[in-house]
Nanobody, 123 residues
């Protein structure tokens, strides 16, 4: 079992930045691909970004490409999502997820999910 805990959400003005963190409970963190997802009120959960177990490959939704950056520090069992040039439409609950591969994450499948952290972008 892997427990994932997100932090770093908050209220920010449009054009601002936030960095989300997700820390995993297990030392086997480095064997998992990690991803970030978001869900806005009244909408389905959507894929945001994913990163391979070794950090070599990253994938992004078209809506965040060029603005968001996913990274990881396996020594700290942590994955990050740096969000720049935030827009009101980025407002959502963001959660991280872990799976054996980025392919599954990119289609919304994951073995483990965090509870999420709220990001609100004001106009």
């Amino acid at each position: 079992q892997v427990q994932l805990v997100e932090s770093g959400g908050g209220l920010v003005q449009a054009g601002g930045s936030l960095r989300l963190s997700c820390i995993a409970s297990r030392h086997s963190f480095s064997s998992y691909a990690m991803g970030w997802f978001r869900q806005a009120p009244g909408k389905e959960r959507e894929f945001v970004a994913a990163i391979a177990w070794n950090g070599d490959n990253q994938y992004y939704a078209d809506s965040v490409k060029g603005r968001f950056t996913i990274s990881r520090d396996n020594a700290k069992n942590t994955v990050y999502l740096q969000m720049n040039y935030l827009k009101p439409e980025d407002t959502a609950v963001y959660c991280c997820a872990a799976d054996s591969g980025t392919g599954s994450l990119r289609i919304g499948i994951a073995d483990y999910w965090g509870q999420g952290t709220q990001v609100t972008v004001s106009s």
